[in-house]
């Protein structure tokens, strides 16, 4: 691999073009990424326009000196810059490029500082940072560009660690940003970010990346419920640009914008402002900024409209894919939005709400097969008031359906665990139907009235340990009744290794972890699992086997 010490005027074009193309091939991917801090689906987009009119402006140059290339992708990232990501972006490369525009070559060591100084300028344009975004990507990927200085002066080299760090903060942005994990996707500006180093680094190579004939890769999707849940706190997506005096001080109306909404971010030249700011009152905005200037390139969209039509876009995706027929499906009755994120990590096909008091009916569980399109489909109850209902599916669908008679969800989840794509259907048959039984379930909840069962006498909110239906300890607190009902099972069963404890809705994390380190304390011979399940009315579920 040849070694790059310098960049000039005409390599630095090159990157940038390679960059846009980069970015280009994988624009859909990008948007369809998009959930923070809106699911607008956008990011690619804006991204890619941002550095378009970079690479435009830098293409005007007819000489292109360091100092050339660098002032046109200052003034072109800033007049272009769109969206959230767009202006974060248009900040990264304004602080690399002021860094390196009145420098005689870009060495290793100016190549370095010059994306330390993209860091800082980016992180003050956004009011407040939050982490498990575009900028944890950066600031990663430039602290480990920084490290590698001491052990090359290679540019290539430098970039390839920057690219293969900021690869690895990227895949640890779910981990940072709660909404992220939900939707099971990571942060689409870090994405962004990614392509644009990667089409940098290609560059340094000698590659030249091109976008015809190339096929858009969607490596992966949020979930369409995350989409639909999302809630807009501000509705418009208001941009524009304030031409102002050179001396003007913007201070006192990026002050004001703080109190018009969120998602907050400037960028300054000398007499200009760049703002993106997701509003409620785009008009006062706009308003002030006269104050300052005269306004140009005002944009702005209605995110619920793009909201609205993410969503239909997703349907519209998700009907498409059904249209292909898979050897196997999986539908089960379900309840607890922690348990529901189970079973779709076991790649079950449709999730039924159900429920202690929510049993689906027929017509539902027909509505739901009718969504999976298999040869195929398991059908999990997961409730003994369901199966006779999921019994009369069965026998309308001859031999497609096949019932499991799972009594509880925790059934369920264990049964799962037993598939193996390359068994017989009769093997994956036989399997989910053993596994019922290696299971034992256990419920913690609480008393609603007074009552006399099972020679309990029970007062209202009293805490209840049940197992197969039939209430077996009464007690005041959680934690007394969780052990006596693990000892009742462990003395029937004898041959329990593993406690797997779900924790419901009411439960905080703080008091499931604090219940489990008394469990690991309290049977030390036994594995622990602890588990959010997100179930209401239940304290805990358990699965003891």
């Not at 091939?25 to 991204?47: A, Y």
């Not at 997701?278 to 104050?291: I, R």
């Not at 594995?527 to 209401?536: A, D, V």
Request: net charge negative; charged share 30%; hydrophobic share 40%.
């Amino acid at each position: 691999m040849q070694k790059v010490l310098e960049i000039n005027g005409e390599l630095l074009e090159s990157l940038f073009e390679n960059a846009v193309n980069q970015l280009e091939l994988h624009r859909e991917e990008v948007d369809l990424l998009n959930v923070f801090p809106v699911p607008d689906g956008d990011t690619g987009t804006n991204m890619l326009y941002t550095l378009k009119s970079t690479l435009n402006e830098i293409k005007k140059q007819k000489v292109k000196t360091l100092k050339n290339v660098a002032e046109s992708a200052i003034k072109g990232s800033l007049m272009g810059a769109r969206g959230n990501s767009g202006v974060i972006l248009s900040q990264i490369i304004r602080g690399f490029a002021e860094y390196i525009r009145d420098k005689e070559k870009v060495d290793a060591i100016t190549w370095v500082k010059a994306w330390q100084e993209a860091t800082k300028v980016a992180y003050r344009a956004v009011l407040k940072p939050t982490e498990g975004t575009i900028l944890t990507v950066l600031r990663e990927g430039v602290k480990e560009a920084t490290r590698s200085l001491k052990d090359t002066k290679d540019i290539v080299e430098i970039t390839r660690r920057m690219l293969e760090k900021a690869k690895e903060a990227l895949l640890n942005t779910p981990n940072l940003l709660p909404i992220l994990k939900e939707a099971q996707v990571v942060d689409a500006g870090g994405q962004g970010l990614v392509y644009f180093w990667e089409g940098f680094y290609r560059g340094l190579l000698g590659e030249r990346i091109k976008v015809e004939k190339e096929e858009t890769l969607i490596k992966e999707r949020p979930e369409l419920e995350v989409i639909e849940k999302q809630v807009l706190t501000y509705q418009y997506c208001t941009e524009f640009v304030i031409v102002s005096q050179e001396n003007v001080d913007f201070s006192e109306f990026k002050s004001f914008l703080q109190s018009q909404g969120d998602s907050i971010v400037t960028a300054e030249a000398p007499g200009m402002l760049k703002v993106h700011i997701h509003t409620n009152n785009p008009g006062k905005v706009l308003d002030k900024a006269l104050q300052f200037g005269s306004l140009s390139r005002i944009k702005i969209d209605n995110m619920a409209e793009q909201h609205e039509e993410r969503i239909r876009k997703e349907i519209d995706s998700q009907a498409t894919k059904k249209k292909e027929e898979k050897e196997i499906g999986f539908v089960v009755v379900s309840w607890g939005d922690g348990i529901n994120e189970i079973f779709r990590s076991f790649s079950v096909d449709y999730i039924i709400n159900g429920g202690q008091t929510l049993n689906p009916s027929v017509e539902s569980l027909i509505s739901a097969i009718e969504q999976v399109n298999a040869k195929k489909i398991f059908l999990f109850p997961n409730n003994k008031n369901v199966i006779l209902a999921a019994q009369q599916v069965e026998k309308l669908y001859n031999d497609k359906v096949i019932i499991i008679p799972t009594k509880h969800v925790l059934e369920g989840i264990r049964a799962l665990i037993e598939y193996n794509p390359r068994d017989s259907i009769e093997q994956i048959k036989s399997k989910f139907e053993n596994s019922i039984n290696k299971i034992r379930v256990g419920e913690v909840t609480k008393a609603i009235r007074d009552s006399n069962i099972n020679g309990f006498s029970i007062s209202e909110g009293d805490i209840l340990g049940i197992v197969d239906d039939k209430i077996v300890y009464v007690g005041k607190s959680i934690e007394e009744v969780v052990i006596n009902l693990i000892n009742n099972i462990i003395n029937q069963e004898k041959k329990i290794e593993l406690i797997t404890l779900y924790y419901g809705k009411e439960v905080s994390k703080e008091e499931a972890e604090k219940l489990y380190n008394k469990l690991t304390e309290t049977y030390p011979n036994l594995t622990i699992e602890l588990m959010y399940g997100g179930q209401p009315f239940y304290y805990y579920y358990l699965g003891l086997e």
